[in-house]
């Protein structure tokens, strides 16, 4: 099988690098060097130079200091050559910005004004700035060598894709995927988004069940890699989102004007998640729940729209009263309809971007979303693994 065919839509392939485009990025003092080391098929090269990088490496960062000590070596030791390592502060108040300064002086610095959240503050942090690529990466994410080459590699064979995921392994559980985007998201009938390695709150251990490249629905705002022109193509991220769920909306909008997300699991970094808000926060229960009921306005098609939401409204319900026998249970009862009736009021907002998107659609259906329920497989069928549910598609 050529290197880049897929042998089926979850179909486990050989990975390796394309020596085309190897040679045309990679020079090492006007000659290439191989090693005699391979793994996976992946030829090992030592002290590649990029004299130009075409990716941009953007951490946006809120009163993450401490965060940003522990793992930003990583990310600048393993980025070095191939991308420009940037830190958009998002108006922190913890001496960030004067930290960075001192310990990490390679790295360029973009102060904001103030807390925009994580979508707008992405789109103050990447308006004109000059890349090929942008790599959007949280700053509780520790990346590991070579975490580039393949994702580049990847974009660059594959125009037709617009973004990618690395694998996201747990932080503190190493041997585990990562709650927020283990390897790849997907997306059921009515909104309920899960992963390859992660349903609900079962998360597998990585045994290398999902070491093929694979599309996807949604790529993780933990570290998700996107072109500079699909970026701009769809307006980056909905900044009304302000966080949680907003690279969702903005995958959806990729997809339905028939462009490619994928995961590329030879490439793999550690994510601690939960560095903002806690799980059982009721601030990230009303984003959660709000953003959901928005990002199924903004992007369903028609004939789906009135039944999902009816059907929302009750699942909802459930939802809000299984909150009552976890922690901070009243709060987050209380947020899910705060979430619904915030939704109603503005709603109207994002009429003009129902519009435009089901007027740009090229595909429909999606493949990567879950034509059912997934709430009837987990609890009724007991499928618990992506491996179980993926049969559905």
């Not at 930290?99 to 004004?113: D, H, Q």
């Not at 707008?120 to 942008?134: C, F, K, S």
């Not at 059921?188 to 998360?203: A, H, L, Q, S, T």
């Not at 009021?345 to 003009?352: E, K, L, M, N």
């Amino acid at each position: 099988m050529p290197c880049g065919a897929h042998g089926g839509r979850f179909a486990k392939r050989p990975y390796c690098l394309s020596t085309a485009t190897r040679n045309k990025r990679f020079y090492l003092d006007f000659y290439l060097i191989p090693t005699d080391q391979q793994t996976n098929n992946i030829i090992v090269y030592k002290n590649l130079i990029m004299p130009n990088p075409k990716i941009a490496v953007v951490i946006l960062n809120w009163n993450g200091k401490e965060m940003m000590r522990r793992f930003l070596p990583s990310v600048v030791n393993y980025s070095k050559d191939v991308a420009e390592v940037i830190v958009a502060d998002n108006g922190s108040t913890d001496g960030s910005l004067e930290m960075l300064a001192a310990e990490f002086p390679t790295v360029r610095r973009m102060p904001l004004s103030k807390n925009y959240g994580f979508a707008q503050g992405y789109n103050e942090a990447l308006r004109g700035l000059e890349a090929d690529y942008y790599l959007l990466l949280n700053s509780d994410v520790e990346v590991t060598p070579d975490w580039l080459l393949p994702l580049l590699d990847y974009m660059e064979a594959h125009p037709e894709t617009a973004a990618c995921q690395p694998k996201l392994l747990c932080e503190g559980k190493r041997t585990e995927f990562e709650y927020a985007g283990a390897c790849g998201g997907y997306i059921d009938r009515y909104g309920y988004p899960f992963c390859r390695g992660r349903v609900f709150g079962e998360v597998e251990t990585d045994k290398g069940q999902y070491d093929s490249i694979a599309p996807i629905f949604w790529a993780t705002g933990a570290a998700l890699m996107i072109r500079r022109a699909d970026w701009e193509a769809v307006g980056g991220l909905d900044g009304r989102f302000f966080a949680h769920m907003e690279e969702i909306d903005l995958c959806w909008r990729l997809r339905t004007r028939g462009r490619g997300i994928v995961c590329v699991p030879q490439s793999t970094v550690f994510h601690v998640g939960g560095g903002t808000l806690a799980q059982h926060h009721p601030r990230k229960t009303f984003l959660n729940f709000r953003n959901n009921l928005l990002l199924l306005y903004k992007n369903l098609p028609e004939r789906e729209l009135k039944r999902v939401m009816r059907m929302r409204s009750i699942l909802d319900i459930v939802a809000a009263c299984s909150f009552l026998i976890s922690p901070n249970g009243i709060a987050n009862f209380k947020a899910v309809f705060q979430a619904r009736r915030e939704f109603r009021r503005i709603r109207a907002d994002f009429a003009a971007n129902r519009r435009e998107n089901l007027q740009r659609t090229l595909l429909d259906p999606i493949p990567e979303q879950l034509p059912c329920s997934l709430l009837r497989l987990f609890h009724v069928k007991r499928l618990r693994t992506f491996a179980g549910i993926a049969r559905y598609f």
